[in-house]
Structure formats: structure tokens, C-alpha cells
């Protein structure tokens, strides 16, 4: 018998698709109308409401004694919010509807990587989840008069903990679109827990106020951390006090995060299948 | 001179699904280059089979081959052989025409041009509107333009021309014989019989998830299941009668009837459609009675070959 030959796919094709990936998925983010306003425009609309909301309102002074603002407040807390929006909420619904509507199935058929596939979800969270951050950041600026830092170190800190942060949300939403059965309760698993997370973990309440069980719950997570290191590059140095251990603890934000990235990382290599053969 | 290696084997094929049998011992062979059409009722076991083939549905047992590689097993290389028009069409669709088919172009080491594909399948007026604003008809022509957008050596089309208007469905048998032309292997499933008589060069036809018979689109049924029809009407009453010399009969009948035309004459050769409903009919007669949910009793093997 002739038998047949396949022809071997060249080599290094995994990272050129995932760039292709990620131009493909950025495109189609924005064309989603309830995408953008859910997890893209929500943060901007929460610091709007608390800013006008709390306008009178001292949140503490800084060292020279001037009075915090809401938005001056509440802007880390909203900065990682939009990582967990961004990344977690996002890919989870995402992907489980992707899984739904034959999207996946239709991936499945074709040579593409699932590493291409990844980096494209992982891109897309990236491109989206820094524009979020640069419109909160000017919004605040320019709208709310918040004082941004000048200092290189704290704009370090920032992107450090920003691409930490955003990655983690990204793949940890990956991992979590195995969990619904399908596209249509996706939003149903998954917004409870972003929103139980943002309230015990310091974006909408104080987390020095929370009781300590409830810390020692948030801290768990990594959503905690994230904002830990928000308020350590936007609030003032003297609010460092009122943080766990009175420390800002960036050591910890580090940890955390990054165990959080690595076992996310992990469960997506193992669980993530394109389709649920012989559903 | 050694025989060229099917493009698809399959061998003693089986699917169960706890006690239901989706297929029970399916036997067939797709010569490279040729067009085999898969007919059979809903839920024949079509869907199953083709889904083994493409690597979307693990086997319960039997030999699979498809392009000498187990579909079970298939990498990355081998997919990039196949091109693939599922069933069900669906996806968010927020993307264009052509950017999808320049995205999914990019996939393949040796894709077809974008704006001919978009032509083929005749989608030129709609390349720059959103998959999703595209009707039923029209997305399906996506779906099968995504199907070849990768030169494939092995292309499978499950069910590719439901909602299509009469006027698609001959511009897409144009496309597929010309993909035919360019050697390309095919796999259709269809419930339009013309559609596979004028696209197969050979079917099989599978009920209760058995290949119930197999062969070359003009002799599959046998010559018995193809014997021509005459029917008339004599003195009213409506008369047919099977013949394999129809022109005799219907000469001996006119002579009979003193050189006078017959009335309502007509002679019949049983089109594909015909033969298939017959040995569908034959079948499911010969099942004792088919149980919901249970696994049918049949022997080991097939019909086939």
C-alpha cells in the first residue's frame, strides 16, 4: 500500500497565530455591547457614583495634612476591580459561551494551537484591561482633580502589579469557564463570585473596617492583593498604617499573586478542553 | 503496483452510549480523490460517524482511519489536512466575513486566496458585514467557506446546504465539483438525494446505526431496486407494470391498443431517492421492533461490502 504522508506544519507558528489571536479578539471585544459596558465602562461607572456620591466627604488627610477625596479613595479600589472584571469575568463568560455557541467546536477542527488560543484570551485581557486602567486614570485625573503619583518607583510598582495582576485574572477566568454547564449560566456562576470578591477584598468597603475573619477569608484570594497594591502606588504614604500588619506587604502582593497566576496556569493546561466530547 | 491507502478506513465501527447503540459495526472504505456520500435517516448514525472521523467523539470500539492517522489521535499536522463543515453553525459571529476567513486563512500552511473563497461560495456583496447580521442560508455559506478556506486533502460537509435556495445549492455543487477536480477527498451527508446523486461517486446508506447497503451512486439497491417503471392508463383504470426492457413493452402495448397513442404514459427510472426510501422501507421492516433506548440485537456486521 502507498501510504499517506502528512506534511509536518512549520515550526514557531504558536506565538504568530496567538498574535493574530489577539488582534482577532481585541476586534471582536469591542464589538460586544454588553462586554463593554460590564466589564470595560463598570469601574469608570462605580469611582463616577462614589465620587459624586461621597463629594463632601474627607477620607483622611495625607501628610501635609490636605484632605483624601472619594475619588482619590476609591480609584485603586476601582483600578483592581477592573483586573478582576477584565480578566476573570470576562474570559469566564467568554469562553463558556464560546464553548456554547460552537465557536470552540469549530476551533477544535482546525490546526490551531490551544497555546495560539491562550495568548489570545490572554492578549485580548492585556490590551482591554490597560485601556480600562488608562480611562479610570485619566477620568480621575481630569474629572476628579486625583492627584497621580510622579514618582518612577510607584509607576513601577504600578505596572508590576498591574500585568501581575490582569494575567492572573485571565488565566484564573480561563480556568473558570470549565465550571458552567453552559453559555447561559455563565453569567450566573460567575458574577456572584466577582462580586462577593470585590466586597470582601476592599474595592467597595474599607478592608481595615472588614472583621479580621473576613480578612483572613479575602486574603485567600488574590483580588485582596491586587488592591493592597493599588492603594500602595495611589494613596498616601501615611495610610500605610491602617493596612494588615501595617505594612503595604508588596513582598505579599507578590506572593500571593503570582501562586494565584502559577496554579491557574496549571488548571488551565490540565482542565481546558475545546469541546465536552460525547455531550 | 500496490493500491494507494484509503484517504478514510473504517473497520467494525461502534458507538455506545450506555445501552443504546449509536453505531453497531460499521464497515467502509473513502478512496482518495473520491466523493462518498453518507445517507440515512435522523439519527441513522451519520452525525456519529462522521464526528469519529473528524476527532470529536471518541470511539467505543472498531478500527478508524483517516488519512492513515487514528482520528482519535489526531495532531495539529493532520488537522491541518482537513477541512471541516460541522452540522450546526453558530458563534457570536462579531467579526466579518473576510476577517474571519483571513483569520482562519492564517491557520494553514497553504490556504486558498480569501477574496476567491469569498467569490466560490458567493459572498462578494456581504464580505465586509458581521457574520452575525448574515442570514441562515448565508452563514452556512460561511461555514462551508471556512471548510475549504485550507486546501484540505479530506473535506467533510455535514448536512452543508440546509437553508439553502435552489439557486446556492447548484452554485455550491459547482464549487464542490470543482473541488472534486482538484482531487479533493469528500465526505457529505445530505438528506437531498439529488444532491448526492449528482455530487457522490459512490453512498452508503446507514439505518439504526448499521450500513445497511454500500456502492456506486448507479448500482447502489442493486439491479433490482432499479428496474424501470411503465405505467399507463387503459380504460381508465391506472396500469404499471416493472420492465427491464420498458421500449419493448411499451411497443407491444401500442400495438395492442391498434396503433393508438396511450393514454397517461410514462416511464420511470427509480431515481437515487426512490431506491434509498425503498431500502430504508426494507429495513426498518426487517427490525422486530425498534425499543426507544435500547440497544438493537443485530449481528456483528454490516451489510457492507
Known amino acids: 500500500m502507498t501510504t499517506i504522508t502528512i506534511p509536518r506544519l512549520p515550526a514557531g507558528r504558536t506565538l504568530k497565530l496567538g498574535g493574530s489571536r489577539i488582534v482577532n479578539e481585541v476586534r471582536a471585544y469591542f464589538r460586544q455591547g454588553d462586554s463593554v459596558f460590564f466589564t470595560f465602562l463598570f469601574p469608570l461607572v462605580m469611582l463616577t457614583i462614589f465620587s459624586t456620591a461621597f463629594s463632601n466627604q474627607s477620607f483622611g488627610t495625607d501628610a501635609a495634612g490636605d484632605d483624601v477625596s472619594a475619588a482619590a479613595y476609591y480609584l485603586p479600589g476601582m483600578l483592581a476591580a477592573g483586573l478582576l472584571l477584565s480578566g476573570l469575568q470576562n474570559l469566564a463568560v467568554d469562553i463558556a459561551n464560546e464553548r456554547s455557541d460552537g465557536t470552540l467546536k469549530r476551533l477544535a477542527g482546525t490546526p490551531l494551537p490551544v497555546v495560539s488560543y491562550f495568548i489570545g484570551k490572554i492578549g485580548q485581557v492585556l490590551v482591554t484591561g490597560a485601556a480600562q486602567a488608562a480611562l479610570l486614570l485619566l477620568v480621575a485625573a481630569v474629572a476628579f482633580g486625583v492627584a497621580l503619583p510622579t514618582e518612577p518607583t510607584k509607576w513601577f510598582t504600578f505596572a508590576w502589579v498591574f500585568v501581575l495582576g490582569v494575567t492572573t485574572s485571565a488565566v484564573l477566568g480561563i480556568a473558570l469557564s470549565r465550571v458552567p454547564r453552559s453559555g447561559k449560566s455563565a453569567t450566573a456562576v460567575v458574577i456572584p463570585i466577582v462580586l462577593v470578591l470585590q466586597f470582601i477584598s476592599g474595592v467597595y468597603l474599607t478592608f481595615s473596617q472588614l472583621p479580621d475573619w473576613l480578612q483572613n477569608i479575602a486574603s485567600v484570594f488574590p483580588l485582596k492583593w491586587m488592591a493592597q497594591g493599588m492603594r500602595a502606588v495611589f494613596l498616601p504614604e501615611n495610610f500605610e498604617a491602617a493596612e494588615p500588619g501595617g505594612l503595604w506587604n508588596l513582598e505579599g502582593v507578590a506572593l500571593a499573586t503570582g501562586i494565584w497566576f502559577v496554579v491557574g496556569l496549571v488548571v488551565c493546561r490540565v482542565t481546558f478542553r475545546w469541546i465536552r466530547k460525547d455531550s | ?305
Open chain 2, 1 to 305: 503496483m500496490t493500491p494507494p491507502e484509503p484517504a478514510v478506513s473504517v473497520s467494525d465501527l461502534r458507538k455506545q452510549y450506555g445501552r443504546f447503540s449509536a453505531l453497531d459495526g460499521v464497515t467502509f472504505d473513502i478512496h482518495r480523490g473520491e466523493t462518498f456520500a453518507l445517507l440515512g435517516p435522523n439519527g441513522a448514525g451519520k452525525s456519529t460517524t462522521i464526528e469519529i472521523l473528524e476527532g470529536y467523539r471518541d470511539r467505543t470500539s472498531g478500527e478508524a482511519s483517516v488519512l492513515g492517522v487514528d482520528p482519535g489521535k489526531g495532531s495539529l499536522d493532520w488537522k491541518a489536512q482537513l477541512g471541516i463543515v460541522l452540522q450546526s453553525t453558530g458563534e457570536s459571529g462579531a467579526v466579518t466575513v473576510r476577517e474571519q476567513l483571513a483569520h482562519f486563512a492564517g491557520f494553514y500552511p497553504n490556504p486558498r486566496d480569501v477574496e476567491q473563497v469569498i467569490a466560490a461560495v458567493g459572498l462578494e456583496e456581504k464580505a465586509s458585514t458581521l457574520i452575525r447580521k448574515l442570514s441562515g442560508g448565508q452563514r452556512r455559506r460561511v461555514d462551508v467557506a471556512l471548510g475549504i478556506i485550507g486546501t484540505p486533502a479530506l473535506l467533510f460537509l455535514d448536512e452543508p446546504t440546509t437553508g439553502f435556495d435552489p439557486e446556492s445549492r447548484r452554485q455550491f455543487w459547482q464549487l464542490i465539483t470543482s473541488l472534486k477536480n482538484e482531487g479533493t477527498t469528500i465526505l457529505l451527508t445530505t438528506h437531498y438525494l439529488d444532491e448526492a446523486a449528482h455530487l457522490g461517486d459512490r453512498a452508503g446508506i446507514i439505518a439504526g446505526g448499521k450500513l445497511i447497503d454500500i456502492g456506486a451512486i448507479d448500482t447502489i439497491g442493486g439491479a433490482d431496486a432499479r428496474v424501470p417503471l411503465v405505467r399507463w392508463v387503459d380504460g381508465g383504470v391506472s396500469r404499471e407494470q416493472r420492465t427491464t426492457e420498458p421500449s419493448t413493452l411499451v411497443a407491444r402495448l401500442v400495438r395492442e391498443n391498434g396503433g393508438v397513442e396511450l393514454d397517461g404514459l410514462e416511464v420511470v427510472r427509480p431515481s437515487l431517492e426512490d431506491i434509498y426510501l425503498g431500502l430504508v422501507a426494507a429495513y426498518e421492516r426487517s427490525v422486530p421492533e425498534p425499543v426507544e433506548g435500547l440497544a438493537s440485537t443485530g449481528s456483528a456486521n454490516g451489510v457492507a461490502k
